[in-house]
């Protein structure tokens, strides 16, 4: 768990891993399957722990019980690790090209399935330990994931030479790969297009107090009073749902800014709660100020939010949950969802990819919404609902991965922390503390052109892991059955001698 943020030692992912091996692959099916269970319940339920705060603090739960729903969701995340562990040994009797090869292509794609069975929950994936890694040059080649995976059997071939079980090269393999991940570092698989003068407004106000009467007019005059000092600025940036009303009701004041942000030749985002026509209710970031369509009620230079986070911004079986208690009654949690690859926003000259807060978590989604001609990766959140806890500082590591993945710059905009920006490598270039009010002013120059990623996504990645998986299913079992074989030779030899 140390291997991820805040604590950011990476090597300590490969110790897991290894202690995963340890415990699982000298067992039958059954056994192992069970032992990575409680691999990943304790992997999970310490990773995931930060999750509480919103039940308790914001959801009215007691700790008791919000210590039971995290326990479930760790129990229910441990299955995915569980059945790759037991179907690798169902499928594959020898050890070697079990733990080499299918092992590793199964537990990937068991990460895969648990970010997108019911709506997904991708987070600590072994990949996001190397942000700032050594293997951090792969992402723009092969995504988090491939990361995963060369972690992952790198993890086995120290398991099996401390086996002692086959030859040196799957070391000597493993020892290349990593070579080769280091000296793609210096590849530039984009190139610059033009820089831009950014403004990231912290305003750091409570969830507590953010939606109580009377904090509207707070909220605006905070965002504005931190806004009008940066006239430098080329864009000033708002964070997701900075205002606590809907677009609507805050039109004419919209417009107002609009007009300022105009006279003022700068562009405005912002995320806020947005209504439409048919009642629908959308979370949203929008656009005033200098850009290609003057601001008004549904204009098209907006985007809504795709992928909604359960519980907190839609309620499964809503009807029955809602009254069991507050935590399934949360404001705003009745969202709908945004079509899916919307436009670039367009400031200035500048075009925007967007994700807000959660959905940053999900590459296809991030990775389809980018397009070639997008300069910059812009990530809106309110990570407020979860105190001081880990869950931010993994957030950003997760968002950092999008810019190494699709090789642009990303911005990152939030109410409390963690704002950042970071160059198209995923280093931070600048940065905000958190709990603190202010308002980051960065530099920062886009990018055109695609990565092996931005380019062609996961695909390379499944073939290869299907590929290995077959190839380690095909020669485990030849091994498995000519060693049966051999056995069974001798066996017969020794009954003859006797006879």
């Given at each position: 768990m140390f291997a991820f943020s805040p604590f950011d030692i990476w090597p300590l992912v490969l110790v897991s891993i290894l202690g995963l091996y340890a415990t699982t692959q000298n067992l039958s099916a059954g056994r192992a399957a069970r032992q990575?269970?409680?691999?990943?319940?304790?992997?999970?339920?310490?990773?995931?722990?930060?999750?509480?705060?919103?039940?308790?603090?914001?959801?009215?739960?007691?700790?008791?019980?919000?210590?039971?729903?995290?326990?479930?969701?760790?129990?229910?995340?441990?299955?995915?690790?569980?059945?790759?562990?037991?179907?690798?040994?169902?499928?594959?009797?020898?050890?070697?090209?079990?733990?080499?090869?299918?092992?590793?292509?199964?537990?990937v794609v068991a990460d895969w399935l648990r970010g997108w069975v019911m709506t997904g929950f991708p987070w600590l994936w072994f990949g996001y330990s190397q942000v700032d890694g050594p293997l951090a040059s792969l992402a723009p080649v092969v995504g988090v994931q491939g990361i995963s995976w060369l972690l992952i059997f790198?993890?086995?071939?120290?398991?099996?030479?401390?086996?002692?079980?086959?030859?040196?090269?799957?070391g000597f393999t493993a020892i290349l790969l990593w070579g080769l991940a280091y000296g793609s570092g210096s590849v530039q698989w984009v190139t610059p297009t033009t820089e831009s003068n950014f403004a990231l407004v912290q305003g750091n106000i409570e969830q507590s107090i953010k939606w109580s009467p009377g904090q509207l007019e707070r909220s605006l005059q905070r965002y504005i009073s931190l806004t009008l000092p940066e006239r430098d600025a080329d864009v000033v940036i708002w964070p997701e749902s900075a205002l606590p009303s809907t677009e609507q009701e805050l039109a004419p004041w919209l417009e107002q800014v609009d007009l300022l942000m105009r006279?003022?030749?700068?562009?405005?985002?912002?995320?806020?709660?947005?209504?439409?026509?048919s009642g629908d209710i959308y979370n949203a970031v929008i656009t005033l100020g200098k850009n290609s369509i003057p601001y008004g009620l549904n204009h098209s230079n907006r985007y809504y939010k795709q992928h909604l986070v359960p519980i907190g911004e839609f309620v499964p079986f809503g009807d029955l949950l809602r009254p069991l208690a507050p935590l399934f009654d949360l404001p705003m949690s009745s969202f709908a969802r945004g079509k899916a690859e919307q436009p670039d926003l367009s400031v200035g000259d500048q075009q925007l990819s967007v994700a807000i807060c959660y959905e940053v978590a999900f590459p296809r989604l991030v990775r389809a919404n980018m397009k070639p001609d997008t300069d910059y990766l812009l990530t809106v959140s309110n990570d407020t609902w979860f105190g001081e806890s880990w869950g931010p500082w993994q957030h950003q590591q997760i968002a950092r991965m999008r810019a190494l993945e699709l090789g642009r710059p990303l911005i990152r905009a939030t109410n409390n922390g963690v704002t950042l920006v970071t160059d198209e490598k995923g280093q931070i270039t600048a940065s905000l503390p958190q709990f603190e009010t202010g308002v980051l002013q960065a530099k920062v120059t886009g990018m055109t052109g695609l990565t092996p990623y931005a380019r062609y996504g996961s695909t390379p990645l499944l073939a290869w892991l299907l590929i290995s998986g077959l190839v380690g299913i095909t020669q485990g079992r030849r091994q498995f059955h000519g060693r049966q074989q051999r056995l069974a030779a001798q066996q017969n030899l020794r009954m003859r001698a006797r006879s």
């Open positions: 990575g269970f409680i691999w990943a319940m304790g992997f999970y339920a310490v990773g995931l722990w930060w999750i509480h705060n919103s039940m308790t603090i914001f959801g009215g739960l007691p700790l008791w019980l919000a210590a039971v729903l995290v326990g479930l969701l760790a129990a229910y995340l441990s299955l995915y690790t569980a059945a790759a562990i037991w179907l690798a040994q169902r499928l594959v009797p020898s050890r070697t090209w079990r733990a080499l090869l299918v092992l590793p292509a199964l537990l790198t993890a086995a071939s120290i398991w099996l030479l401390l086996q002692r079980k086959i030859s040196l090269w799957p006279d003022r030749k700068q562009s405005l985002i912002t995320g806020l709660v947005s209504e439409s026509a």
